[in-house]
């Protein structure tokens, strides 16, 4: 379960940064940065975080609303930046991460000194100093936040995507290339929203190019 050990080692003003949406072939990658500035926070939230992939969607939602009645409270800052499947495509799912990773420190309310990064990568674009913690949002308490916040921020978007393009399941899929994806992506093409640098979409639409020719 995640602590605050690592923020107490760095002994400044600390972010957790995480992403959500690397992998999905349509939608925008999502990034979070949190901020704790109070660590008496809700119990319930302070046991429940921990990576987002290991918790049910109702559990991160509960989460969330937490860490948003926490940021009214002025406990915690929250950012959330974002990079379009445009930039994805222009820049690759790595530079546009990091691009998501920029956006959301910029978009604290507080600036933090110093950034933990979940992963292996480091992005060398933030206004701090940053060290990258490998299966950070289980070890951070800041991470797991950022985990959170991400992830359900991204989802949320990824259902208000679902009701303009309706065929593709983004409301259960978050642009996964599940079944039903495939199948919108078959029968109604790519939308604006969809990554054509990611090989299934761009073999998808070269079929449907082929077949229409």
């Not at 049910?56 to 406990?75: D, F, V």
């Not at 929203?193 to 761009?202: A, K, N």
Request: glycine content about 8%; charged content about 30%; proline content about 4%.
């Amino acid at each position: 379960m995640p602590d605050f050990e690592l923020e107490d080692s760095i002994g400044k003003l600390c972010a957790g940064i995480d992403e959500a949406g690397r992998g999905p072939w349509a939608g925008p990658v999502a990034a979070g940065a949190v901020v704790i500035l109070d660590r008496n926070l809700n119990p319930e939230l302070l046991a429940g975080l921990d990576d987002s992939k290991k918790l049910s969607a109702k559990k991160r939602e509960k989460l969330y609303n937490l860490l948003s009645e926490e940021e009214k409270s002025g406990k915690v800052s929250v950012g959330i930046g974002l990079a379009s499947a445009k930039e994805i495509d222009e820049l690759n799912i790595l530079q546009a991460t990091f691009l998501a990773m920029k956006r959301a420190v910029e978009n604290l309310k507080v600036k933090p000194e110093f950034a933990l990064v979940d992963g292996n990568q480091k992005p060398k674009n933030l206004s701090c100093r940053v060290q990258t913690v490998v299966k950070g949002d289980g070890k951070s308490m800041s991470i797991a936040a950022a985990s959170i916040a991400a992830k359900v921020y991204r989802d949320r978007l990824m259902t208000t995507l679902a009701e303009k393009y309706s065929y593709y399941g983004f409301e259960k899929n978050a642009g996964y290339g599940t079944a039903l994806h495939i199948q919108g992506l078959k029968e109604h093409g790519a939308t604006p929203e969809h990554r054509f640098s990611y090989r299934p979409v761009r073999e998808i639409e070269e079929e449907r190019k082929g077949v229409k020719s």
